[in-house]
């Protein structure tokens, strides 16, 4: 079994959770508000930033080296979404614990096994050229957000998505890893929807729990 279809298997149970959970659930069902949409896009962005920067660190490793993919990258685009969603708001927004703690994790691979940054890149780039084009509609029609506020979904540098997708599976299958190395990341990749789901249910009890 190829190294993709393991970490499909063996992940899809916490996708489903992920899906379905906590503040995402609240956007999908139209519950949420553009206030409080900007406050996931505001420790979205401190996540991209971390595996961003992770990647570029690490552009000489040897596995890594395949994962610089410029084109996925979020960081900026959602700077452009932060600024016109909450403009000089944004100089006192404060980062959720379970950010704080993804971050802390990142720095953990970046300085021991950086290729482990691979499965944050997964779940974080693929989810968008997934579900996450699901997003542009929702968020224009149910909050009123409008383009300018939507740069994050901007998938201009891909010409054809499914087969950017096939190919960056071709690139995690042929990786190269040991046995050993394999379980790490399936375990790493099962690390980081738990860190999505985290900060998705941490956010729906800060703002939703009274
Ligand atoms: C409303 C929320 C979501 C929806 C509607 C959604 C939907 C989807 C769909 C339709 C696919 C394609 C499945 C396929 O073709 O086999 C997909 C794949 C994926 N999603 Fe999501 N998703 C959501 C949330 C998330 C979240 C929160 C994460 C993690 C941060 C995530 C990570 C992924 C990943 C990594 C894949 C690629 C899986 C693969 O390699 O087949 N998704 N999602």
Redesign the pocket.
Known sequence: MDL?TK??KN?GTL?SA????GF??R??DGNASKESYAEYLFNLSAMYKAIEDTIDKNSSNEIVKDFVTKELYKYELIQKDLEFLLGDKLNTMELLPSTLSFIERINEIDNSSPELIVAYA???F??D????R??IALLSVNYGVPKEGLNYYNCDGIKDIRSY?MNY?AKINNMNLTEEQESKLINE?NN??IY??AI?CELEAKLYSN
């Open positions: 993709l970490i499909r992940t996708h992920a899906e379905h959970s995402i659930k956007i999908v997964y779940t974080r693929i989810a050229l997934f579900g996450g699901t997003f997708v599976g990749v980081a929807y999505n789901l998705s």
